[in-house]
């Protein structure tokens, strides 16, 4: 039996496939070096790929050089969605698939459905969500996320019942100084990411400083919002965790100040977002918000402050003494020694071969 990853297969630039798209790029390349240093995994690669009226046997040759080297019972990490690729070209890989016997374990890294459900008309969903139920086993990132999909299943008359995997966070694989980790409690707050997910940015506290980094124009903003919000830059994902400066790392994603709304808001009551594991990668104690899926992870760790919206954040920054932020930032610091080294999708594997395996 042999194990296999999905990775990316595309010539459109050089470099790793999607590497400067958000997170998609570094999340795959740390998902499936986890999944090939556990289990010595092939790589399986995908192509940018898009043309629904291609002929059954063409589909059908695809796939035999494809998967040539796949024998019954070998297990298949599908790291999902398969960017740039058709709906027609995914169900014809699951289908093929399981056509040789073979099991697969879909790791998720987003839901574009959930996302943007304005993309998904009631067919392409069905179709998507079939797919998705294929799966042998299924590695989600939150229970809520696991409900959900349960949840859509029966709704769209799904009975197969895979086995399901929490992840908790992603990891997010970097070298850091272990010799001068600690960030100063200097209360400054990080962020770092897609601006479009950042609307609130624009009617922040100026009773806080905040870093930003990212891509953006700072013209509408007023002179009195640029006196507490400094622009750092763009930076390769794997520098980031080198050049924080802040106290703490901020995962906020909503349309508006100051609570969370919008489709990106109400993704996070399931997703983990890469920019939480980011952050503790660079040892950076992180700022959730009540509803997001993370939130229980962080609480339980002892890892952030957990607040119901932006406006008590001031409040609960000031109530922290030094002494009880550098306790924070311990635990963090512990917890960021697992996220680089990639800890969390290698615990998970592992628990989903024993699932399928063991019991």
Known sequence: MNYWVTEPNASLESGYPYWNEGASGKARFDVANGIKEVLDANKLYTYVYNWPEEPEDYFGRRFDGLLGGAKRDDIFFIQWPLSYTSDEYVQHLYDRIKGLGGRIVTVIHDLDSWRHPINFNEQRLQNVLANLNQSDGIIVHSKPMQERLEQDFRAHGLEHQPYFVILDLFGFQTVRNQYDWQHPFNREIDYAGNLVKAQFIKALSTDLKFNIYGQTDAADLSDQQRQNIKFQGSYDHEAIPQVLTGSFGLVWSSDSYPGVTGLTGEYERYNAPHKASMYLAADEPLIVARQAAIAPFVEKHGIGLVVDDLSQLKEAIDQL?????????????????????????????????????WN
Request: no cysteine; hydrophobic share 40%; glycine share 2%.
């Open 321 to 357: 003494s030094e002494a009880e932020y550098h306790e924070m930032a311990e635990r963090t610091h512990r917890i960021g020694n697992l996220i680089r080294q990639n800890f969390p999708i290698k615990r998970a594997v592992i628990e989903m071969i024993a699932k399928l395996e």
